[in-house]
């Protein structure tokens, strides 16, 4: 079956520490996204991107980052500069068009910073 | 820069009444709409989706959506719920002419639907 994978499901973390989320996806997209979900805030765009080593900041970028080496691979570096590391991640992908398409996303990593 | 209001954060309905979220954009220009669905303990997941044409378009489970220009908005509606529509619900936008190639999302309405 086609889709999203995301790993770990959970993840818990010194204060300070750096840690790298993965996003596998095997649906032959181009596009492909790191939202973070907070209660009440719904989901805000970390970083995109529409083709393979190219991307782009979204709204909440500093204390991230990411890299794009292969299409079907988008981990995100959750870095130590990140004020407030303790969220719920969700990686998505799309077929590459004029706008943004329509996203299939995967089942996300809860991340916990001790 | 674009942004998505949904005003209802937290709606309780009983089984069978009708429902409308709210969603307004700020973006003026064109724009395609999208209602997203997750479940409880499920992926995030389409709902409906608006790029050209009729404003009502209907999506999945009995939803339907209405856009309109004039007010910037995108309200999500169904005429009868049912326990199992009980998630929460998230409106997007994406604006052409940007140069953002991503989906902005609202804050969400959590729905919960009494038996």
């Known amino acids: 079956d086609g889709g999203i994978t995301q790993s770990p499901k959970y993840l818990f973390r010194k204060e300070g520490q750096n840690v790298t989320l993965s996003c596998e996806q095997n649906?032959?997209?181009?596009?492909m996204y790191w939202y973070r979900q907070d209660p009440g805030q719904g989901l805000r765009l970390i970083y995109y991107s529409q083709i393979v080593n190219d991307f782009q900041k979204g709204d909440i970028a500093e204390g991230y980052s990411v890299s794009r080496e292969k299409k079907e691979s988008f981990p995100l570096t959750v870095t130590s500069a990140q004020k407030n590391p303790t969220a719920f991640y969700l990686c998505?992908?799309?077929?590459?068009?004029?706008?943004?398409?329509?996203?299939?996303f995967g089942a996300g990593s809860r991340l916990t910073v001790l | 820069a674009q942004s998505v209001s949904q005003h209802n954060h937290h709606v309780i309905l009983s089984e069978a009444a009708s429902l409308e979220l709210g969603c307004n954009y700020s973006y003026g220009g064109t724009v395609n709409l999208f209602w997203y669905v997750q479940y409880p303990g499920q992926h995030l997941q389409l709902l409906l989706k608006?790029?050209?044409?009729?404003?009502l378009v209907k999506g999945i489970k009995g939803f339907e959506a209405e856009f309109i220009k004039s007010k910037f908005s995108f309200n999500l509606r169904k005429p009868s719920v049912q326990w199992s529509d009980t998630a929460e619900y998230f409106c997007a936008v994406n604006a052409a002419d940007t140069g953002r190639r991503a989906l902005t999302f609202g804050s969400g309405t959590r729905l919960q639907v009494q038996p």
């Open positions: 998505a992908s799309s077929i590459r068009t004029e706008w943004a398409n329509v996203l299939t």
């Open positions: 608006y790029f050209s044409g009729d404003p």
């Open positions: 649906l032959n997209h181009d596009a």
